[in-house]
């Protein structure tokens, strides 16, 4: 296996790092169904982001590896369009879309009606 270079491990831990603390930060605020929505989260990182320290989460923040993965539908091309023109809807409510492809149910969105 090739040498990852430093800079792209950096990036890949800056990245682990906030998903994790992004994800624990939501679900410790009460948003569990959003942050399982947005986050793609199953029930055992749930469950261990819950209780984990900030020591812990850096440990599995400087895997060689990204924690989480880009979820997108098996046709994903109108998704890209729409993201490379105007967008008719926020960042957010597009994410949702996506997870929405995937299980029919949409969580709550602040603001939203």
Same mark, same amino acid.
């Given at each position: 296996?090739? =040498?990852?270079?430093?800079?792209?491990? #950096?990036?890949?831990?800056?990245?682990?790092?906030?998903? =994790?603390?992004? !994800?624990?930060? *939501?679900?410790? @605020?009460?948003?569990?169904?959003?942050? #399982? *929505?947005?986050? *793609? +989260? $199953?029930? @055992?990182?749930?469950?261990?982001? =819950?209780?984990?320290?900030? /020591?812990?989460? /850096?440990?599995?923040? &400087?895997?060689? %590896?990204? &924690?989480?993965?880009?979820?997108?539908?098996? $046709?994903? /091309?109108? +998704?890209?369009?729409?993201?490379?023109?105007?967008? +008719?809807?926020?960042? !957010?409510?597009?994410?949702?879309?996506?997870?929405? =492809? %995937? $299980?029919?149910?949409?969580? #709550?969105?602040?603001?939203?009606?």
């Amino acid at each position: 296996m090739p =040498l990852i270079p430093d800079d792209t491990l #950096e990036s890949i831990h800056r990245l682990n790092r906030a998903y =994790l603390h992004a !994800a624990r930060d *939501g679900l410790r @605020a009460g948003q569990e169904r959003l942050i #399982e *929505g947005l986050f *793609g +989260l $199953d029930t @055992a990182l749930r469950n261990w982001l =819950l209780s984990a320290s900030p /020591e812990t989460i /850096e440990q599995l923040a &400087v895997m060689p %590896g990204l &924690v989480f993965q880009a979820r997108f539908p098996s $046709d994903v /091309e109108p +998704l890209l369009s729409a993201c490379t023109e105007k967008p +008719l809807r926020d960042v !957010a409510e597009l994410h949702l879309l996506l997870h929405q =492809l %995937g $299980d029919g149910e949409q969580p #709550e969105l602040a603001g939203s009606r």
